[in-house]
Structure formats: C-alpha cells, structure tokens
C-alpha cells in the first residue's frame, strides 16, 4: 500500500504538469474572427464603413499639436523626458484645464447614455490580465512591479470587465455597461521609432473606456450601439472621422470583431485612432469562468465588449490641430465650454478667453 500511495503520488505530479502544458498552449490561442471580418495579414485588408464631417480647410499652413502645445504653453515634453524618460508629457495651464474638461465631457456623456461609472484599481494581479487577454502574449507591453503577479493597467478593460470574474449573473441583469476613467500604461515595445512627435503614442495616457457584459443573442447589436456610443463624443466635438471594421491581422488577440475610429488630425494630415470597439464573444468570458443563468435556469458564458470611448491622447491633439486659428491660438469646441467657465478661445499668449 506504501508502494501504492507513492505511485499515486508520482502520477499526481505528472497530471499536473501536463495540466499545466495543455493550459499554457490554451492561452496561446487567439479567439475566432466572426464570419464577416475581412481576411488580411494587416491593415491594409481593413475595410472602411463610413465616414462622418469633413476635414476643416485652412487659409493657412496648419500645425502639428506638438508645435501648438509648445507655442501655447499647453505641453511640456522636454521636462517630461527628464523626469521620466521619452514618450511621456506634462500637460501644463490650458492644457492641463482641456485634457480635464475632455475626460469629464466624455464621462457626462456616457453616464446619459446609460454607463454605471465606476472607478477601478490601477494595479491588478496576473490573473485579471490573462482574463482579458493581455497574459501571456503582450506581456513584454505591460509595465508591472518588482512582484511579479502585478501589473500597471494597460487599459481600464482589465480591472472592470474582471469585477464578475467567478461570478453567475441572473439573466435580467444583463446588459452590464460599465464607464471609467483612467491614467493607462504600455510599453510600446514594439513601436521604437514610431510617432516620435507629440503624445499619440505614450507610456501613460489618459482614457475613458466603456465595458458592456451581454448574452450572446445580444452581443452583436450591444457591439454596433458600442460604436455609435464613442461617435456620439466626436459628433459633439465637430471632429471629421471614419469608422473602420478590422481585418483578421489587425485585430487584437482576444476580439472576434473590432471597429476602430480614426479622427481627423489636421496637422498631420491623416486618422488617428481614437477608439478600438470590440465584440470578445466568450473568450473572455472563458478565461474569468464568468456567467449567467438564463430564463430556463441553463448556466451559459456571458459575451463581453469594450471601447475607447475615447483616448485622450489622440483626441486632444486632433482637438488642437482642427480648431487652430490663423494669429496662433486654438477655439474651443463649442461642448467643451461649459466645462472651461464659458471660454470660447485660448489666445496667442496661451490665456483661456
């Protein structure tokens, strides 16, 4: 019976490690694109679905915002890479006062929309990051702490889509939508020598991000509503952009359907992703063992959704590059304005007006 208990042992261990394996294979797995994704290696299979506003035209050469933010007193990068290092910034005065009044229009904004705000730790344990995907493939993006089981948020998708991690949700509470604001946190490792210039692609960054928890008979129209969501924002702001359905090599690695929108940058001349909305169906859902009971008492996996609703680090710039104005100042849309004490302007010296 000695010999007996050992071997029991011994298999025991064995059935973990093997356990272990097939797991770490499993999360290597990307979800399955939905039926009508475009086929393509990147984002030139990408397919654009509408667009909306036109490109403001100028009676002048128009600027980069980092050529902006720097006249006006609005950006500091220089003083940022010295206390931190490159892709980060000071927002500074006006730029400081718009970058909030931007993340409380867009929180109003979705609260009327029927968004629950919530807001969420910004660390998590590696749990919550394989939940929603971002463990273990992107692991090299994540910034995380000297203990290894914690991470600096890449997105407020991870902790607020983990709240019902574990959980079985009575079928009349679905759809959960869920608003938060949040500071973000990327490497961008593989981005070196990309977009340099200004703040469209930094270290910490500011979003609001929307989180919807459905059934999957649902999920579909939640992800179309998700989208018009986010376009209401760039609607009140008077902001040209388009909306692009995303082929099967520019989606994330959890999404069976993604929408990007791309706004307007004038300075540049090109889109800019402001927001990504994406349809998960169950795979994270899978991965929490997250669930819901239906009318008949039947345990399924619930389908979960998120956006960008929106990033302010790609909506700030197109705010200051498309409302710039001849003499070296910048308007102020006209939705922003309530949240500014009514200034309808920011002049050449930098000074709301």
Known sequence: MRA????????????????????????????????????????????EIRRWGEAPVFAFQPQPHWVIGERLGMLDEARATKISGARFVIYRDTGARLERAIIQFMLDMQREAGYLEVIPPLLVNRSAMIGTGQLPKLENDMFKTSD????????????VTNMHREEVIPAEQLPLRYVAYTPCFRKEAGSYGKDTQGIVRQHQFNKVELVKITTPDSSYQELENLVVDAERILHRLELHY????????????????????????????????????????????RRMNMRFKDQEGKVQYCHTLNGSGLATSRLLPAIMECYQTEEGGMRIPTALQPYLRGAKYINPAGQLA
């Open 4 to 47: 007996v208990s050992d071997e029991i042992k011994r298999l025991d261990n064995q059935l973990r490690e093997i356990d272990d394996a097939i797991d770490a294979y499993l999360l290597q797995i990307p979800n399955l694109p939905e039926a009508v994704v475009p086929r393509g290696k990147d984002a030139s299979a990408n397919k």
């Open 148 to 159: 290894e089981e914690y991470f600096l948020i890449p997105t407020a998708e991870v902790p």
């Open 242 to 285: 388009r909306v692009v359905l995303l082929s099967t090599g520019d989606m994330s690695f959890a999404s069976a359907k993604s929408y990007d929108l791309e706004v307007w940058h004038s300075g540049v001349q090109r889109f800019w992703e402001v927001s990504s909305c994406s349809n998960f169906e169950a795979f994270q859902a």
